[in-house]
């Protein structure tokens, strides 16, 4: 077996130590997971590796965060010359063979992680004498908040959204560590199953330790941390928990899901148990807006509830996909985008994220949001790790202001409008009638989640047209909504 170094806990510490690249294991090698779950340590590698293999290029390292979803949603401007091959996947070609490899890819690295996961939770409730402390209930929480997570982004791609047709068939929801394939079920059966994992997992996670007075919230040169937390390798295990599915991110993905299923009371009560916990601040103007580039915030890292550690987001992010000529926004759909010549002149998003370049004899607008301090992978040299946003403090106050228009428009403005004053926009916006709200609302995940992944969510759960450059809009499309499953889906599920 290759060893890897791997930052402990995805870089909760500065330590570094080795593991076993564990997920080279397939459902056939007994040998090697009979090696890996008989310590303690064993299940933490384990748990670990599956935040690994989430993190590289073909799932949220880079295809699930700023690649094809955002490709989809007309968000960059991409070049004639087309060298990432991206063109025909705006277009909505999806027999196209780049696209297939990709969603492909997509697919299988999702189930990957999911038959991880259900290797990890096959042992763990016969492992249970290994464990100290509360390790036991947080890596099996985290488990099935893994599996739920990613059934659940595996739905959001290759099935209709349930405001269409709940009675689907889906994907098949994989429970088992087994070479037997899964049958597909349906939309809602996955959702209900989804929500079911989601739950007992948030029981298990009561215990974390992001939910005591001791751990506070700020930035690991400052301190993300438990207050006077000794750094032992068992207490490294329980530092920086927003680099994981930690309780409040469970919440988040609750609220996210229910959202999702149409069940708005359930959306709220999750939401708002996040924003009510007050563990959680807005960033500061001073740090997102700093000339120093190692005391720069551009991800408004304390308003994670969660995000993936991307240890090669310089090269991948900055270098291959943003870098000069490749996935730019045309300059004037960037100020459509943010309203600069309106109310949102002083959006911060805008000015923070964005620079101007030239591409030929074009200007361009050129992503600058993962850009870090000399490109340098060294989190000392910045004020924190390189991160990919998973779920964002202010998607739950989208989720509420949604949950409240019906019967409190006045409460939902609110909501919308605390994420628009952070942003630096002091103007309220209109949101009288109901298609206004709706309109401002995808206006704002646009705006917050650029090179996010979210907003094609967003768009395909509300079954809402796709606003192209130059204010084209693409209809709602279920052929656009719901991407093919790979020709081997029987490697998963059978038909």
Known sequence: MKKKNIFIIL????????????????????????????????FKEALLGIYTRCANGDLYGKELTIGTPEVLVQNYTIPNNDP??????????????????RKDNIWKGLYHGIVNANLLLAEIDGKRNLFVG??????????????????????????????????????????????????LSKVSAVL???????????????????????????????????????????SLFLQNRRHRLNY??????????????????????????VIASKKFPWTNSTDFQSVKEDKKDRILYKELLFGWYIPGMNREYNQEWFGSGRMNLDKEEGRTIYDV?????????????????????????????????????DFEAN?????????????????????????????????????????????????????????ELLKEYRKEMYAEGQLFYAYKRLNAPITGEKGTVIPANQKIFVWPLPSDEITYGER
């Open 192 to 234: 209900d199953s989804v929500i079911a994992d989601l739950t007992i997992a948030k029981d298990l996670l009561k215990v974390d330790p992001i939910r005591a007075a001791s751990y506070v919230i700020g930035y690991p040169t400052e301190r993300d941390t438990l207050a006077n937390s000794e750094l032992s390798s068992s």
């Open 383 to 439: 004020l924190h790790y390189l991160m990919a946003p998973a779920i964002r403090f202010s998607e739950l106050y989208y989720i509420a202001a949604e949950c409240n228009y019906e019967s409190n428009p006045t409460l939902a403005a609110e909501y919308l409008n605390q994420v628009r004053i952070q942003r630096g926009i002091g103007e309220p916006a209109d949101v009288s009638t109901a298609i206004k709200f709706r309109t």
């Open 248 to 273: 409040y991110a469970v919440c988040g993905t609750l609220a996210r899901v229910y959202l999702y299923m149409g069940d708005k009371p359930k959306a709220l009560a999750n939401a708002l148990e």
């Open 11 to 42: 870089l909760c510490s500065i330590c570094l130590f080795s593991c076993q690249k564990w997920l080279d294991i397939q459902p056939q090698s007994e040998v090697e997971k009979d090696r890996l779950f008989t310590t303690e340590d064993g």
């Open 84 to 101: 990432l091959r991206y063109q025909k996947t705006a277009r909505f070609l999806y027999d196209d063979g780049d696209f297939k490899d």
């Open 134 to 183: 509360d390790n036991y209930a947080l890596i099996k929480g985290e488990a099935l908040a893994l599996r739920a997570f990613l059934h659940f982004d595996a739905l959001r791609l290759f099935a209709p959204a349930p405001i269409v047709n709940a009675q689907a068939d889906a994907i098949p929801y994989v429970t088992k560590y087994s070479n037997k394939t899964t049958p």
């Open 341 to 377: 010549g309106g109310n949102g002149g002083g959006d911060l998003r805008y000015t923070q994220w964005f620079s101007t370049i030239s591409v030929g004899t074009t200007a361009v607008n050129s992503l600058v949001k993962y850009n870090r301090n000399t490109f340098s992978d």
